[in-house]
């Protein structure tokens, strides 16, 4: 027997004084009505209404428990509520900065076609993992080495000309005996500027005599594109975010570079949703290659460069 569903009945009928009208709030046919609360006479043992006249009457023993009948409609009720808004709590998720915001806005999309709500906040890389840590975000889309990546980008140099080779060769960058050179920088963006990242970009530049000053860490993703859109300057980037700039992408001959990203989360069934159900849409947001295509090209790379862009 569904005791709720019958109390409910039982509070319905008791309350208009009719198995007709009752049933009708209810909404049920009164012979449901009629056997739910047969059903919990039987269950109680007694009789809740006085059927010996044409009105519907509570017994003494149908007075008495009336109350706790309505309590406990009232309180499925209440729970009915409490898991809907607990379906619908928000799922606080620390994002990158460099997200685009149609991107994010279709994947916090994707969370409501799966049922469960995204409140995304974007961030940069260290204080993605601060929000993490102090628990101000329920999970975090967090930099990590390509090594233990669920996500992986790659990273090539862009400019606003085309490149004449393949790939990008860092000593073709050193500055000539007259300097004419050592203004052309490598620019480094906030997300990229993690260990994993800005340290074998610049041991390489080191290693094969680049001035420090040629690789730098730039204020803004917004300074550093604005900067290898109106000079010489070359910034380090995705192939997406080369694309949505309208510059020009190649890879480096060496070092490898990779962004590589994962999930934190401090409830382990936040973790799985984000890692696979919207491991796609997440991907997308990054700008993550599909696993299906070449890792290394992008839409707008033009293969090459052994030096400065003509």
Known sequence: MDVVAACRAFVAVSGHGSFTSGAAAAGIPQSVASRRIAALE????ARLFDRSSRAVRLTSFGREMLPPARRLV???????????????????????????????????????????HLEVRPAGPQERARLCQTLEVSA??????????????????????????????????RAGRSGAQARRRILIQPEDDVAHVRGPLTRAGQSV??????????????????AALSSPDLLLCSPQQAEDFGL??????GPRLVRGYDIAAGVSEDLEQLRTILHADIARCLGAPDRR?????????DHGSAGEPT
């Open 42 to 45: 039987e269950h109680f043992g």
């Open 248 to 253: 020009h992408w190649c890879p480096l001959a």
């Open 140 to 173: 975090g889309i967090v930099a990590v080495p390509e090594g233990t990546a669920t996500w992986r980008v790659p990273l090539g140099l862009a400019a606003r000309t085309p490149f004449p080779a393949p790939t990008v060769f860092l000593e073709t960058m």
């Open 74 to 116: 009232d309180l499925a009720d209440a729970m009915v509520d409490d898991a809907e808004r607990a379906r619908l709590r928000p799922l606080r998720v620390a994002v990158p900065e460099i997200c685009p915001p149609n991107r994010l806005a279709a994947l916090v999309t994707a969370g409501r076609r799966q049922r469960f």
């Open 293 to 301: 295509r070449t890792p290394i090209e992008g839409p707008t790379a």
């Open 209 to 226: 005599g680049l001035a420090p000053a040629q690789v730098t860490v730039a204020p803004s993703l917004i300074d550093a594109a604005a």
